[in-house]
């Protein structure tokens, strides 16, 4: 049984201009010791749908669906049972390590205050913890002692991934978990990322705007275009031969350093993400779609298989390949 | 004949009581109708870097060269040295004032400069940044617009003055996958229409490979190695080039470098990256090692050719 299930998650943001639909209809599921990655630009809901999983959005923002965590449905819970959940058994790894932090408490006491909190560690039995929880991300036990101030900002994601796995959680949400790094700090953050969740048999959900990170991190994706999972499937797959038109432009987007196709080519988009207050008839990405027939205009198409484990919403799915390659 | 050029430049700055060498003797060429990509982490001193061949910091020691001359940096030259290299900044949302139309904020460069004609020269950078049909965006704000957008409206203003070099600073860093390409693709068309050069200041070695004629990496205030892009990509001969590209996503063998990139106010004896070099650490440059540890490597010339900055490539080097 998976882990994660989502069926048919809608967000949507009630706003004194109207209702914003955010997250519209996505169902996903994810097995314990599982990597899903989900990508999508800015405003195409993925951080609103990961937000949604332990119900840390706004109160203007309406959720519908179903949304279980190990058989438990999280949008039914009590109060209580959620705060006993956040942590516990599901926590997250925010994108900006800079803000996630408390910049007057010392490293020790930020990533002890889950295990005191949760009752799961007296302040002795938390301290050994603590030491335990920083040398599994790879920081010497005397940072306990310090201030997020005196850390670089890859020491400090490694805090924030030392604090989300304290409790021992069953999944992790990690939102843009290297976004403001370096490329090589961004390495060894995924690097810990990868062998924590491999030797722990944690469930990953992984939400970047960069799909080449993803395919390397993640065993599964999801494609997030205007509120929707566009295209999901084994990360090779996606990445290596999409079946969506907006896949394959993200995939080219982030070029392979020696491959002649993208030397002085480089390959994106034209036009924006629509707005999701006014989103156009038919299909939401025909507007900037490269392969869009008559029917994209009108046809709002949902995801439909597209060969093993996979599925896309695209008109040209399912159609003989010949047909569809320009 | 280089268009824009560092010579044997440092900058230093106190920070905490120490010197931090940000940039500790480069020489680097941008030539005319070149796009140059300078990579590295950030601190290394690629930023610094840029803002001094901008004008913005002042060397300690070396020259700036613009079209074979010295800068001055009375106020008149300067102004009139920013015309012809312009800034385009990483994030399009702070470099925009929220409450200037982009007509406002195309036009304050050729106001500061008293062009005439001012509203065919907005017109005409807008254009030329991709914004068409111009006059739909005069009256626009900026928060009416895109990240894309944005983005195209800051490269107009910097366009509007004709200026012949871009420095760029990440220039889309913040913007999503599908609208980099169109950004990139937008500076490449510059360089073949109006013979722009650029430096573009960047992490992404992606985005060198995509429109860089050469490469040049920077490590703790130093270039360690320079090329043209296929010679420093395909076949990089420094530990860290190769280190740097080992990480990219689908290399196939993955070096890791340990520890954060280092301090410019302890910059380590000997070549400046031996403490974190892999190849030392390995054993393979056992017949250089000590000369790591010790022997300073000279400063890289700014020629075209390939130079790379280290004792073991260069043991290697046949004669």
Redesign the interface.
């Known amino acids: 049984m998976s882990l994660l299930e989502l069926d048919d998650v809608s967000v949507t943001y009630r706003i004194a201009d109207g209702d914003v639909p955010a997250v519209r209809g996505v169902s996903l599921s994810l097995a314990a010791g599982e990597a899903l990655g989900v990508v999508g630009e800015s405003g195409s809901g993925k951080s609103t749908l990961a937000m949604s999983l332990l119900r840390l959005l706004p109160r203007d923002a309406q959720v519908t669906g179903r949304i279980m965590l190990d058989g438990e449905d999280v949008l039914a819970m009590k109060w209580g049972r959620l705060r006993a959940v956040r942590w516990a058994e599901a926590s997250i790894v925010f994108q900006g390590a800079q803000h996630g932090l408390n910049p007057v408490q010392r490293i020790g006491d930020q990533v002890a205050e889950p295990l005191l909190v949760h009752g799961l560690a007296t302040s002795d039995k938390a301290r050994s913890r603590v030491t335990e929880l920083l040398s599994q991300v790879g920081l010497p036990a005397w940072r306990a002692r310090s201030y997020p101030h005196e850390l670089s900002g890859g020491q400090r994601q490694r805090v924030m991934i030392a604090m989300a796995l304290a409790c021992s959680p069953r999944l992790i949400v990690a939102d843009e978990p290297t976004t403001a790094l370096d490329v090589m700090v961004q390495a060894q953050v995924l690097t810990l990322i990868r062998d924590l969740v491999a030797a722990q048999d944690i469930a990953l959900l992984m939400i970047s705007h960069d799909l080449s990170v993803l395919a390397d991190v993640c065993d599964r994706l999801a494609v997030m275009y205007a509120g929707r999972v566009v295209e999901a499937g084994p990360s090779y797959d996606v990445f290596h031969d999409a079946a969506h038109p907006y896949s394959r432009a993200l995939a080219a987007a982030f070029p392979t350093v020696g491959d002649p196709a993208s030397r002085r080519a480089p390959r994106g988009l034209g036009g924006d993400p629509p707005d999701p207050m006014d989103l156009p008839p038919g299909c939401a990405f025909q507007p900037r779609c490269p392969v869009a027939v008559d029917e994209c205009a009108t046809e709002d198409v949902l995801l439909r298989p597209a060969g093993e484990r996979r599925t896309a919403a695209c008109v040209h799915v399912g159609v003989p390949a010949e047909e569809t390659t320009r | 004949m280089s268009l824009l050029e560092a010579r044997d430049l440092r900058v230093e700055f106190a920070s905490r009581g120490r010197r931090a060498r940000a940039v500790d003797g480069v020489n680097l060429a941008v030539g005319a109708g070149e796009i140059v990509a300078l990579v590295g ?2 601190g290394c001193g690629k930023t610094t870097l840029a803002r001094t061949l901008l004008g913005l910091e002042r060397p300690t020691a070396g020259t700036v060269l613009y079209d074979g001359k010295p800068m001055s940096y009375r106020a008149r030259d300067l102004k009139g040295y920013r015309r012809e290299v312009q800034l385009v900044l990483q994030d399009p949302t702070g470099s925009l004032n929220p409450r200037h139309t982009v007509y406002e904020a195309v036009a304050e460069g050729p106001r500061i400069h008293g062009l005439p004609d001012e509203e065919r020269v907005v017109a005409d950078a807008l254009a030329r940044a991709g914004l068409r049909p111009p006059e739909r965006f005069f009256l626009r704000y900026p928060h009416e617009l ?4 944005r983005q195209r409206v800051v490269i107009a203003g910097a366009l509007a003055l004709d200026p012949k070099v871009l420095v760029a600073d990440e220039p889309v860093a913040s913007l ?10 937008l500076l ?1 068309r510059l360089r073949d229409d109006l013979g722009l050069s650029a430096l573009v200041v960047t ?4 985005l ?4 860089a004629d050469r490469v040049a990496v920077m490590y703790l205030g130093r270039i360690v190695e320079s090329g043209t ?2 010679q420093v ?2 076949a990089p001969r420094h530990p860290y080039t190769q ?3 080992s ?4 290399s196939p063998e ?1 070096v ?3 520890g ?2 280092p301090d410019p106010t302890r910059i380590p004896g000997g070549c400046r990256f031996h403490p974190r070099c892999q190849t030392l650490a390995s054993g393979a440059a056992d017949e250089v090692a000590t000369r790591c540890r010790t022997e300073p490597l000279t400063i890289l010339p700014a020629s075209p050719d390939p130079n790379v900055a280290c004792h073991y490539a260069l043991a290697r080097q046949p004669p």
Request: proline share 5%; hydrophobic share 45%; glycine share 10%.
């Open positions: 982490e950030s895109s990240g894309g957008q999503d996958a599908s609208v980099r390409g169109e950004i990139l693709a490449l992490h992404d070695l992606g060198a490979w995509n429109i892009v296929e990509l395909t280190a740097l590209l990480v990219l996503p689908e993955r890791v470098l340990s954060e990139p």
